[in-house]
């Protein structure tokens, strides 16, 4: 069965994008991850296909999908990419989009879901193929807590005291991981891996 991996960059204190549901790895002065540095080459050697394709055609980067052949991501995540001029970041993966409020995709290679994340995602494990990408919101990352196997998270030296948290909601059930590998660059990103028990 395959594997649902929530595969995303975080702030020291947990954050995952700025308020205003901004990219955080923009090089405008209101991007705050590490977008360069050592731990770069073994990031995209280890995950090509979670390079954006415009990124990839810029590297001249043509590397099979390794881990992922499908990405998940919600609407404020998607549109960021929209806001852009691309509807599909990710053109070497299947994209699905959970909203309930658009309408319609505005690209045939974009699946809309407006049902439950959950059975979804439930359906995606039973076909076959590479593992399943959660690359964000945190909200959806929430809702989707029962379906994730494997949490890697790239933690970046900043701490920004507000945003998208990791897991957006108020729950106070205690959520222990196991912690099955992990990484120290010199840029100060640590690259954690965790699965659930």
Known sequence: MRELTYFIAASLDGYVAADDGGDPT????????????????????????????????????DAENRVFDTVLMGRRTWELGVELGTTNA????????????????????????????????RELKREPGLGIWLCGGGALAESLWP???????KVNPVVIGAGVKLFESEQTD???????DHQIYGSGIAVLTYRKP
């Open 26 to 61: 923009d090089v405008s002065p209101g991007g705050f991850f590490l977008s360069q540095g050592d731990h770069s080459v073994p990031l995209i050697e280890a995950y090509p296909e979670t390079l954006p394709g415009a990124v990839r055609q810029a590297l001249g980067l």
């Open 174 to 180: 205690v959520r222990t991981l196991e912690l099955t």
């Open 90 to 121: 990710y053109p070497r993966l299947r994209n699905l989009v959970f909203s309930r409020t658009l309408g319609a995709s505005p690209d045939p290679t974009v699946e809309l879901v407006g049902t439950d994340p959950v059975e979804r995602v």
């Open 147 to 153: 379906e994730i196997d494997r949490l890697v998270i």
